[in-house]
């Protein structure tokens, strides 16, 4: 049986991890960048995607909550993205969830 949907801030939750899209096992290169300065962003590229959300490895450490500018050129996106949770992963590496503020199409299908 499957866990029941619940609403958490307003965002439909179905998975027992709070997801409600399956992740695709997808290498996306992107850039990270922090607000006011968006120009000094990370290059790095996606573990996992979802049509909402990515995971990516960063150098630095990003708070939960943070918003941040996700900028992918091929994939011809450029939107904002909040971050879920920062776990260390290895020194100066960390895994960061990414909530998308829009939909990602190509993301959202499996090759």
Avoid: F
């Avoid at 990515?54 to 500018?69: F, I, K, S, T």
């Avoid at 260390?88 to 190509?106: C, D, F, I, N």
Wanted: proline share 7%.
């Amino acid at each position: 049986m499957l866990p029941r949907a619940r609403k958490l801030d307003g965002i439909r939750r179905d998975m027992s991890n709070g997801r409600s899209e399956k992740r695709i096992a997808r290498t996306v290169s992107l850039k990270v960048s922090v607000p006011p300065e968006p120009k000094l962003g990370e290059r790095t590229s996606t573990e996992n995607v979802s049509a909402h959300g990515a995971r990516v490895l960063v150098e630095q450490r990003l708070q939960p909550g943070q918003l941040v500018l996700i900028d992918s050129p091929a994939d011809g996106l450029r939107l904002q993205a909040r971050i879920v949770y920062c776990q260390k992963v290895s020194p100066g590496k960390y895994a960061v969830g990414l909530e998308l503020t829009g939909r990602v199409e190509p993301w959202a299908k499996a090759y």
